[in-house]
């Protein structure tokens, strides 16, 4: 993930004494900075939040809004979903389910708080949070609550990417090279290599040094050639390998300004954000915030038992902290709501934001990938996995003290996102025992030459 991070992974070496870390999914990084709410965070945390106070967000456990299809099922196809027969329950009921679930699920993991938002392909919606947006004031999680997106926001530069490839300003199979001279890579290395980590570059968040000099001032905005100073010298031969690196997409987002001349961040304003009215959708630090942001969490073993949950850094109107940020540039700067992350994911992966020969060739890069051993599927800025038994396209994402998930089920006609605001348990969890509830077990329709995928709990 960028399926994980907008700062920090915690080395795996590390990760028992909860020191420093940067991503390895999306982007994260931090040691534990700043106070924190004492003794386990689990007595702490209400069954379920109040409505918001700030941004409108809808009610927690909203009912399902809208009316399904008119072939009683979830989905423009009729194939997936729930059924609405009498036995299905009401939307109030459904409400109340999910609800439910989601207050079950966090309060088994101790996790400080969640936002989740399901979308049907019908219309119809849910959204709920459960939990803290901060411990130590008892503010609660709310459905407008804004998170930082980590890895997901490797999709925005992507769709970027590609809707320059639609208007002829660059190819696919082009050479990045002399379209970035400042950074003397490899000419064989191209824009496709870029977008599905075939590149062979390291991950620079995985570099000597890196985790100290962004936790040194993490207030600091750093420039992609600081960055780039932390990309091993030695790499794979271009297009032999997968392997996830926040390199790629960092690069790709100086092309994008090398091409347009203007700002990664004021494209995916223009060309994205604005078009589909994703409101609370925003570029961090290059926009003002649009909606109250969720404290992140590193979650310690407490004396007494259960978690104690801990600010990854001081407060800052960048989460985590504007250092990481900043040093992931295109791969991990977006922020949003779970229902403008979700109205997105069913844009992105729906076909909805690219020409359908373009989309085809975003999905079919899938199959390339899995040639080299990816380890998920990942095709030109999308990930391919299973969830529930169903094929899902999308993206996760991974911070120190924030972790999320986003994806489109086009066989149930259903997306979700659960955004969360720690980075020790999976939201892939949540969000299968969310579907539980709503989708029926989907019939086994593999095939021997299908291309397989891998598992939603998957991370790169």
Not at 147 to 165: D, G, H
Not at 213 to 232: K, P
Not at 389 to 416: F, N
Request: charged share 10%.
């Amino acid at each position: 993930m960028m399926p994980n991070t907008a700062a920090g992974r915690v080395r795996r070496s590390r990760v028992a004494a909860a020191a420093v870390a940067i991503v390895v999914l999306v982007i994260a990084t931090a040691q534990v900075l700043g106070p924190f709410a004492p003794g386990p965070i689990s007595a702490a945390l209400p069954t379920s939040g109040a409505a918001a106070q700030t941004g409108s967000p809808a009610p927690i456990g909203s009912p399902v809004v809208g009316a399904p299809a008119a072939s009683g099922r979830v989905g423009a196809s009729g194939s997936g979903g729930l059924a609405a027969s009498p036995a299905s329950p009401s939307p109030v009921s459904l409400a109340t389910q999910l609800q439910d679930v989601l207050d079950r699920a966090r309060a088994k993991d101790s996790i400080p708080g969640v936002s989740v938002a399901i979308l049907w392909d019908d219309g119809r919606s849910w959204v709920g949070a459960s939990g803290l947006r901060n411990v130590a004031t008892a503010d609660p999680m709310t459905t407008g609550t804004a998170f930082a997106l980590a890895s997901v926001s490797k999709t925005f530069t992507a769709a970027v990417v590609l809707e320059l490839v639609q208007e002829g300003k660059l190819a696919l199979d082009q050479s990045v090279a002399p379209l970035l001279p400042a950074f003397g890579l490899d000419r064989r290395i191209t824009v496709r290599m870029l977008l599905d980590h075939t590149s062979g570059l390291p991950d620079f968040f995985l570099g000597k040094g890196v985790d100290e000099a962004l936790l040194e001032d993490t207030g600091a905005t750093w420039t992609a050639s600081a960055s780039w100073g932390y990309v091993a010298k030695k790499h794979a031969v271009p297009g032999k390998t997968w392997a996830y690196s926040n390199t790629n997409y960092l690069l790709l987002g100086q092309l994008v300004t090398a091409i347009t001349g203007r700002s990664l961040a004021w494209e995916v304003r223009t060309r994205l954000l604005n078009p589909l009215g994703l409101s609370t959708a925003y570029y961090q630090a290059a926009e003002t915030p649009r909606e109250a942001g969720a404290v992140a969490y590193l979650l310690l073993p407490g004396s007494g038992g259960g978690w104690v949950a801990k600010p990854v850094a001081p407060a800052s109107d960048v989460m985590p902290f504007r250092s990481v940020v900043t040093a992931a540039g295109g791969a991990g700067s977006i922020a949003a709501t779970a229902l403008d992350a979700a109205r997105w994911m069913r844009a992105w992966a729906g076909g909805q934001v690219l020409s359908p020969g373009m989309q085809a060739q975003m999905l079919a890069d899938i199959a390339r990938t899995v040639r080299l051993h990816a380890a998920i599927p990942y095709g030109l800025g999308i990930q391919r996995v299973t969830l529930n038994g169903y094929s899902a396209l999308g993206h996760s994402g991974r911070y120190l003290g924030m972790r999320d998930v986003v994806r489109y089920l086009p066989a149930a006609g259903v997306t979700i996102a659960v955004l969360t605001n720690q980075s020790l348990y999976d939201p892939s969890q949540i969000a299968s025992a969310l579907l539980n509830v709503v989708l029926p077990i989907p019939t086994p329709t593999a095939t021997p030459n299908q291309v397989p995928t891998a598992s939603a709990t998957a991370h790169p």
